[in-house]
């Protein structure tokens, strides 16, 4: 069982509660949390949308969504007790006096429990929605109170500088920034938050962890899926906006940030911010040298034949849209001038794998023979963050025998044999920071609007432009030629725990 400590009273509001997140995602999240004893003793969570639903066919909906997506399976007890917590209303958004109910449920748990609870607004609901939704709601008088009221935002966050903007605008028009909590929920994985206890905790790597040691780092987000239906909203993304804007240059920013003074929330995501603000902008007139795209076209994968994604459901036959990206990015300071950062992710791909590589300069090899440097390589870190959950230091091994034969070899943490029992999900450590108002893992409007004037250049050219060549990469391929050619242009080449 996970170490959680004991969370005061609390109410969750889940908006958009008949919808595939919360079927999937969050209540599972929140069935694991109370399996794991972290949820409060005092606690609500409350379903709402438009659909007709009593309470009892709500649960029974849920209780498929946990059977089939929870980590633990749900047991007839287990799932007794905590859906005695759960309730529905159905609700019609755009009607201001319908936002009374909330007010009503507030206070009757106040007067149950004779507590005050914290109050969670979870917007599992369309990005267009939420402006909707807010401005009612922060007419309610609970909502004013800043420490116990908050705001839990799904991505899309906007759609490029301005749209972000504007709904950072919109956001804090009525509610404070400490009550927002923009969701990426790569930072709730373990293996990202483990990205700072290796640098920081350690004292091995951080002396070396700069620009007079690093060739270069690569992060790579690799998936074997289509769009999985979701062609409608994909349309409009393509790979840049859906994992480059957000989850890389997340990942990015836990690589190169400065040591904190402290865990505070504030602290951890100033330094991020410093790190977005680094990143070289990319002029546009150079935009092909420093990003490639790619789009899959019909194929064999595993053994199964897969559509091409213009074939997907809601796409254009003629879709220009892009289903893999790649990019460059220079950090303009001290720790890493001159050192590339290559970034790639794309659906449909050979492998489901997100992994960082640290690529160390090679060591000199002058004193050992000739043949003993063969097979010579500079060190590596790699950083398995999923599938596989590790984290893997290449050096150089003597072979045994007479000669000086050298070989690559590997030392392996991996958090199958170091730790017993599961990890909580992404959502789980999300959603209990939620409930104890810690907003670390969360993202911060400035820290939205950096990342969003990072893939500006790469968003505009490439709307201009037209691709050449799409579909341009086959499924179970490791991308277009396109995105082979940027990093070899500078002697390099992709890796991967599974080449
Ligand atoms: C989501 C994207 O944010 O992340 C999806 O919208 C993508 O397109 C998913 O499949 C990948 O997440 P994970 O945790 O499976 O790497």
Redesign the pocket.
Known sequence: MLDYKKLSSTIIFIFGGSGDLNFRKLTPALYNLFLDDALPEKFNIVGVSRTDYTDAAYKKHLLEGVSQFSRNKPGEESWAAFSKHISYIKMDINEKSHYEQLEKIVDAHKQKYNETPSVVFYMAVAPQLVPVIIKPLSELKFCHEVRTTRLVIE?PFGHDLDSAREMNSILTKYFDEDQIYRID??LGKETVQNILALRFANALFEPIWNRNYIDHVQIS?T?T?GVEGRGGYYENAGALR??IQN?ILQLLCMVAMEPPVSFNANEIRNKKVDVLKAVRRIDKSNVQDYAARGQYRKGWLKGQEVEGYRNEKDVNPDSETETFAAAKFFIDNWRWEGVPFYVRTGKRMHVKS?EITIQFKRAPDYAFPKEAADTWRPNRLSIGI?PEMDVCLRFQAKRPGQSMILNPVDMVFNYKDSYEGEEPEAYETLLYDVMDGDATLFMRADQVEAAWEIVMPILEVWKQRKPVGFPNYSPDSWGPEDSEALIARDGHNWVSHFN
């Open positions: 991505k929920h790569y987000a998936e899926v859906d994992m989850h997100t999923s």
